[in-house]
């Protein structure tokens, strides 16, 4: 998975996933990446977090009462 992160302190959290994670494979630059913008949460397995909120990269992040830094 690939972000564009400004500062440390916006890193998502551990807990965010998403199915670009899964390849196995070398990262070859030729390939346009899916960016498919589906994203779960690893303890409620679905697209919102514990918290009722959805996931994404730009919502789970410090600051978020479920959020879990890397």
Known sequence: MSL???QENEL???CMRSKE???DS???P???NSH???FWCMHSQNCLGPDG???T???CKAGRDCYEAL
């Open 4 to 6: 564009n992160l400004s």
């Open 26 to 28: 070398e990262h070859d």
């Open 12 to 14: 998502p959290c551990r």
């Open 57 to 59: 990269p730009g919502s």
């Open 53 to 55: 909120e959805v996931v």
């Open 36 to 38: 498919s913008g589906l």
């Open 30 to 32: 030729t390939v346009p």
């Open 21 to 23: 994670m899964y390849i």
